[in-house]
């Protein structure tokens, strides 16, 4: 059973914009964090930004800070990662995890989705 389902990735060219969007049961999202993580080929995971279950405090990695927002509406069981002005070295598979009654996303994830792939070229 799917507990996580990222989607909104693609093409895209330097400086453009996608939003991904994080699709979980209500139950996980009501009472997770969620995070987002990227790897790119022939590189290690990577931890991207990350939200509590109450909103509070989203934290990102260093090399998005500024370009990308991450935000959670519960109504609609999903978790947002809008990227802006995006490089090439921003291309890789997204995932979205959730920590079940996790304040922040460190630690360990309990819940993973397939991943989206991002590609940022002209």
């Known amino acids: 059973q799917l507990q996580l389902v990222e989607s909104g990735g693609g093409l895209v060219q330097p400086g453009g914009s996608l939003r991904l969007s994080c699709t979980a049961s209500?139950?996980?999202?009501?009472?997770?964090?969620i995070g987002w993580f990227r790897q790119a080929p022939g590189k290690e995971r990577e931890g991207v930004s990350c939200?509590?279950?109450?909103?509070?405090?989203?934290n990102y990695a260093d090399s998005v800070k500024g370009r990308f927002t991450i935000s959670r509406d519960n109504a609609k069981n999903t978790v947002y990662l809008q990227m802006n002005s995006l490089r090439p070295e921003d291309t890789a598979v997204y995932y979205c995890?959730?920590?079940?009654?996790?304040?922040?996303?460190?630690?360990?994830?309990?819940?993973w989705g397939k991943g989206t792939l991002v590609t940022v070229s002209s």
């Open positions: 995890a959730a920590k079940l009654y996790g304040v922040g996303c460190r630690g360990g994830m309990d819940y």
């Open positions: 209500r139950f996980i999202l009501a009472n997770s964090a």
């Open positions: 939200i509590s279950s109450s909103s509070g405090s989203p």
